[in-house]
């Protein structure tokens, strides 16, 4: 389960959000271009059949490279805002997996074991992007948020056990249900990072529907806190990869014990007695 959310001991520098230090010279390791490449598209009438493949995918021995999932209607309103069809068609949710493999024939035997896992949990079908559609199927995917950016209050960046994921975006349709709000999720299925994202609208029947002001910003605060609150139910965390900063400060309590939130402040007084290094993100230092 991937975590930012905090400094790492392992990793010190690494997601402490320019809170200790200034990173002025990066050594990369680059690993070599993989021989061939894939990409399966799997639509499904349901994103709970989606995400429960996702933990025998893993425990069958297969290692994507990738592993996403995205619902429906956000696949309909990226198309919209882009004016162009993608990939995706015949399903309620979908599932992305990028294979790789030293040979046309191990990428072949992986392909189909793996779409083997996907119809013996339902999936409609299984589809398998043409080379020249994979760069397109990625960038179509990098760009979704971009879509529904405008309507967004709040992206959240919760992360949950792989094997928690089915069960916590059933719990954001519970919530999605009990509030009357949008919240149209996808995410990163291989790692349990989950981005559900509280909306200004609502989708209704392939359209999109301003909510009033006032009745938005009613319902965020408790939407935002049940999300939260059912993440640390699973043994999830707060943030897999955007970090604490100011926003989520709140939640970090929650989801992190006294012992090692203190940790962590003494690990910023020794870097930075004065406080000066992004003063106020993660944690707030008392005077």
Request: charged share 30%; aromatic share 8%.
């Amino acid at each position: 389960m991937k975590n930012s959310s905090g400094y790492s001991l392992l990793h010190l520098m690494v997601g402490s959000e320019g809170t200790l230090g200034i990173v002025t010279k990066q050594v990369m390791r680059l690993d070599p271009l993989p021989v061939v490449t894939n990409t399966l598209i799997v639509p499904y009438g349901s994103l709970h059949d989606a995400i429960a493949t996702v933990p025998d995918i893993l425990k069958r021995g297969f290692r994507p490279t990738a592993l996403e999932f995205v619902q429906h209607d956000v696949v309909t309103v990226a198309e919209r805002k882009r004016e162009k069809r993608s990939k995706f068609s015949g399903g309620q949710a979908y599932l992305m997996i990028e294979i790789d493999a030293g040979s046309e024939e191990e990428l072949e035997r992986t392909a189909e074991g793996i779409a083997q896992v996907c119809e013996e949990h339902n999936c409609v079908d299984v589809f398998l992007a043409a080379a020249k559609e994979q760069e397109e199927v990625w960038d179509f995917r990098g760009k979704l948020y971009e879509a529904i950016k405008e309507y967004t209050i709040e992206i959240l960046d919760i992360v949950v056990p792989p094997a928690e994921i089915a069960n916590h975006v059933d719990a954001v349709q519970r919530i999605s249900e009990e509030y009357g709000v949008w919240i149209p999720t996808y995410g990163h299925a291989g790692d349990g990072n989950v981005h559900s994202h509280i909306m200004k609208v609502r989708f209704k029947e392939g359209d999109l529907e301003w909510m009033e002001e006032e009745e938005w910003r009613r319902a965020y605060a408790p939407v935002r806190d049940a999300l939260h609150e059912d993440a640390l139910k699973r043994g999830g965390l707060v943030s897999g990869e955007h970090g604490i900063g100011l926003v989520k400060k709140k939640y970090l309590p929650m989801f992190s014990d006294r012992t090692r939130i203190e940790l962590m402040k003494r690990i910023k007084k020794e870097f930075d007695p004065k406080n000066i290094l992004n003063p106020g993100k993660i944690f707030s230092l008392e005077r």
